[in-house]
């Protein structure tokens, strides 16, 4: 069974250090692995999508590394802010025409100003 | 660009009544549609893919509908609301070819008392 795991399931650090959110994923042949925010009440924004022949994206203060061999990837937040207190969430893509993204259960991140 | 919306943002039904949630896609052709459902503490869960118009796959079994009438257009759909059907509805696209990945709509809150 492809099963997606989230740890830790919740998170509060101090404004301004720098953190490591972490998946898992039970089936390694993966298509591709996206990384998504959500606000409270909100919908899900994409942040980094990563392919399975890629190691790593960045956008800003966001880094998310992948490791298909291991079954893992990271979410890496640079100086964290105020504003990134959201839920993460890691979702895995496998082949097949359907392209059905399997969910982990997130991390909900606090950063106390 | 491609855009999705998803309406009502927020809905209270009773119990018994019917419920038709849309969705639509726009600045892009023949893409898979889904139907996902996350409950109170809970992660996010396939309801319904289409990989095309009046093509319809049920992930799990329930009390719940959907349906494709046009390219870019897919609506859930219930004859009776149950209780067990209250949570955050979301929509979401992705290309029928190609790596990108998914992108999600802005979700509707359920409440049926």
Redesign the interface.
Known sequence: KQEVTQIPAALSVPEGENLVLNCSFTDSAI??L?W?RQDP??????LL?I?SSQREQTSGRLNASLDKSSGRSTLYIAASQPGDSATY?C?V?YGG?????I????TLLAVQP | SQTIHQWPATLVQPVGSPLSLECTVEGTSNPNLYWYRQAAGRGLQLLFYSVGIGQISSEVPQNLSASRPQDRQFILSSKKLLLSDSGFYLCAWSPRQGARGYTFGSGTRLTVV
């Open positions: 298509y591709n996206q998504f009440g909100k919908g899900l924004t994409s999508l392919q969430l979702a893509r025409a359907t392209n059905k993204l969910f982990g259960t997130g």
